[in-house]
């Protein structure tokens, strides 16, 4: 049986029978991401006194910021107003407006109107940025000091700071009077630093920094490249707005690989191993009625063929063959050129010579494979023509297969669209629709040789 | 141009007209990973000259180990033996260890005797952990004291070490006289405490490791789970081995979700956007010869109803429907299943749960699709029959589509086999042979009423 699934029982029965102290020993001895797989299992009628334990071990906010998107609104309507605000005053700024933006738009602006405007500002303006740009996932609590304040002085705003929130301050970030990012200071720096040391002389000049407007993805590049723990977020004038820290970054980058596989098989993002059938059902019904679509096409390309299918019946057995391995073939250069872009890899080599090697490794392969195949089908037919017309037609179709699945990223990427989505159907089109083209036309045009 | 490539051709300028000291302060303004990414583009020839400047700046080593894996055994073959175990002496063991392993046999042994015994014991049983595991990606320098020793002996330890190999400590380990793991503090704390008390008052008791046989992966889900910088790994009596940080496990999320996209196309990792045609040619041959036989083996079976197909020609034309439907209707659910597997969510969901879903899933999606299709080709063919025969083999197909690609990760999973690795080309093979099997089979049954 699943942990979670151990616990959650297990709580079940100690708050059923008003155990109270020993469910909350138990809880206390559970991880927050833990803690909230169980609050997540156990019944709706369960939730508020589990929910109740964990305020009063003020652990609400860590544990219910580990919540699946789905439940946190369900388990939000649980909670009364009054410790709602105290909750989302105490969190991290993008941890309060992913909360916030899961409540029903009247209880939201109820919950704004009793924070203190400063609270409210900086939600509201997170609220603002699109899903998906680096402003959206921001932490506006930052550590900034100007560069005249000491190491002393950096070392004791830090111990101030209450400890779970300063558990998360890797840098300080030195600012200009206007709030203009000028450099950063890791803080393990700073214990080692002479006390009256200005922070402005340790910082390391011109930090990395995103624009809030860019992409969380873009961010997460940069942390993954530099190995950051943290990049700050500026605004056009390179002002200080917030940070993203290192567990958001990886946050983004799982999704972001789960959204490239999914986009691959033209899932959406919430489609999950646990999602109700008829979630999963309504979510993959239009790409599953989009690729009828497409196969319908592909069908009506062998249709205008059938009279040469009608007198040589052996290509409707080898047809299947030239369209299959062009989709494999054109799927592997998809895959590479897709990931390449995801990792950033094509701002260090043009989509030209991209789209040339793919090109020419799948018409290396095409060559290869559309030998072996005109080999075996020339034996077992016993005609030779077939093996030529097969031949011909693989290295044609896997070449169209490389170079589209080379160019079709690209050109989503140029036209500012998410390379990983919808790539695979234009391909499968493509190599459908010539695969079966290229092999019934060349047959008919060979056809008095096959007859 | 791809910016590499413009500070490269500006470092290759200025190293030809001997203006070093130009060259020096260019090179000193770039990251290590674009130091590396220049290093790594300029001509052989010009890699000595760079390097020098490197090693004189004191950046050799972090900027070496930003190199792609193929590139470092060349530019190590540039660095004389001196220098080289200089370099590694001071490097974190982990990094040590991956120098080590991309060096010829011969001077492999010649650098690790040159190395003090403890140095070179570490990175051999580093080496000796196969690859993938917690103990191939730790290092093995770790900053971990008795319980008994106060908080500001703990930052004096820390104010000692070099600032480069500092700024990667994250936690401080509390270890008892065996070495065995007992609790952990977070840096910032030590700065917040009193400095006369003990650590082991400060630490959290009880934290979380992985051991050093287990995978890279089961560290990255603890640390993505759990919101940790780094993550401690100890042996089977919970002696402290290492700890793996939090800039690693990203490189392990990002290997993991290129490997998982990658095995669903049968690519292997490294073949990139970078690699020669030559390289990728032969990377993939493989793959598409076994997809070949798998489509020789589809054409067999449509070839076992070709009699049939002689008969009715419209059958040709709508054969592939069924089959690409197929194949992709079963690939969306072999995505999920995949997915959830690596992150972890099977431990919360029994298989066969997941397996009854994406069977009534898919089920669904055969009967819609199943009946637009019947629809349409119809219409098309003003043949109901056909329409009914398409319809009892889509929901036959897409039914089996939907439980094998749920079946086939967990069944490799329990097989001890990477979930992500030759599924497609497993699933491909039953939604094709089921495919045109059941479509062709069910109109050869029915055929009188199809002519």
Redo the contacts between chains.
Sequence with gaps: M????VYADILRRLLRSGAKQRAEKVLGKL???DAA?VLDRVAPAERRPMLDLLFAAGRAGSVMKELPEERLGEVLALVDDERLTGLVAKLATDDAAWFVERLPEERRERLLGALDPRARGDIERILRYPAGTAGSVMNTRVFALPASATAQEA?DR??ARD?EE??S?YYLYVVDTDGRLGGVV????L??ARPDRPVGELAMADP?AVLASSTAEEAARL?????L?AVPVVDEDRRLLGIIT??D???V??E???Q???G????SED????SP?LT??RK??P???L??FT??L??WV??LF?AS??QV?????????V???GG??G??A???????VA?G??????GLR?IA?EL??SL??GA??GL??AA?ASLWTGQPMIGLVLFLAMVINLSIAGFSGAAIPLFLRAIKRDPALGGTVML?TFT?CIG?GAFLGIATLLLRYLT
Tied chains: 1, 2.
């Design positions: 699943p942990r979670a699934q991880r927050s991401a797989d070392i830090l111990r400890a300063a558990d301050i890791a803080v393990r720096r214990v080692a990395l942390v993954a490249r530099y190995n723990l290192v567990d970054i990886i946050d980058i799982q972001q690989a789960t490239a596989l999914y691959l098989a033209g899932l489609d999950r191993i646990f059938i999963s059902f993959r019904l790409w599953m009625v690729n009828l196969a319908f592909a069908a062998v249709g059938s299918i009608a019946v052996a290509l409707a057995t080898f047809m299947p063959i369209a299959g391995m494999n073939c799927m592997q998809l895959t590479v050129v897709t990931r390449g990792l890899e094509m701002e260090l080599i043009s991209t090697k020419a490794v290396g392969i290869c494979t072996v195949t075996v499968t459908d079966y």
